[in-house]
């Protein structure tokens, strides 16, 4: 038994809150880069660049966090539980796979080719061996995010792309590579291990009687399936709204 402190199927709502805001912030991120894409907007462009890392920095925080949960459930059901993770890892990086192939056939600097599916499917199979280290991971979590101050400076063709390590000028609307996000990652985990030990909350924490956080804790457990649909939906209307959008195929 999960105990009395959490709510639907064993989730914690405040971590599905949390997510719940950052895939939010991702929507209206997201469409803001649309219609910086196809479109030219071209207003406020600091702000949206902070909204746009502060958006990341939550999204992949969370998954960190959710990752430390449910591993840590995992390994009291099992010593070895590695298959769930290497499908987990099957799943999201082949889905990041089919949005590379579906971008391909888009101009080039709107391919995306280690987008924030690919991330965390890569980043479920690169959690486990630092599962261990538990809140020092804030140590290994300074090696990614300073780390990425070096490897920025390095250029190569397209193949390093995971490392962070980019072909000079290179842009895709949609791109988390290990160095620095894993640092984010990790600290996602620190604070699991802080906060949930052994994959347990410390304290009950009541779920509000709000209708936004009602909102916010639904997208929170539905955010594969909104972040699949929402750009799809974003780039119909804006074709609906505006006709032929220039740079796309149709």
Do not use: C
């Amino acid at each position: 038994m999960l105990g009395a402190e959490v709510y639907g199927r064993g989730r914690y709502w405040e971590i599905d809150l949390l997510r719940g805001v950052g895939i939010t912030m991702m929507i209206v991120s997201n469409f803001v880069t649309d219609l910086q894409l196809f479109l030219g907007y071209n207003e406020h462009r600091m702000f949206w660049l902070l909204f746009a890392i502060a958006t990341a920095t939550i999204f992949v925080f969370t998954s960190g966090l959710s990752f430390w949960v449910s591993y840590s459930r995992a390994l009291k059901r099992s010593s070895s539980p590695y298959t769930k993770y290497f499908r987990r890892f099957l799943k999201l990086f082949g889905l990041g796979m089919i949005i590379t192939l579906i971008t391909s056939f888009l101009p080039e600097r709107m391919t995306i080719h280690f987008g924030i599916l690919h991330f965390l499917g890569a980043a479920a199979l690169l959690g486990i061996p630092f599962y261990r280290f538990g809140i020092t991971n804030i140590i290994w979590a300074l090696f990614f995010l300073l780390g990425y101050f070096l490897v920025r400076n390095i250029h190569d063709g397209i193949f390093l792309l995971p490392l962070g390590i980019m072909p000079k000028d290179y842009f895709a609307p949609d791109y988390f590579p290990i160095f620095p996000w894993f640092g984010v990652y990790l600290l996602g985990m620190a604070g699991g291990s802080f906060f949930y030990p052994n994959g347990t909350r410390k304290r009950h924490l009541p779920l509000p009687q709000s209708p936004a956080v009602h909102f916010l804790t639904f997208m929170g457990r539905h955010t594969l399936k909104v972040y699949l649909i929402h750009q799809p939906i974003f780039v119909g209307l804006l074709r609906l709204l505006y006709g032929p959008i220039p740079g796309l195929p149709f």
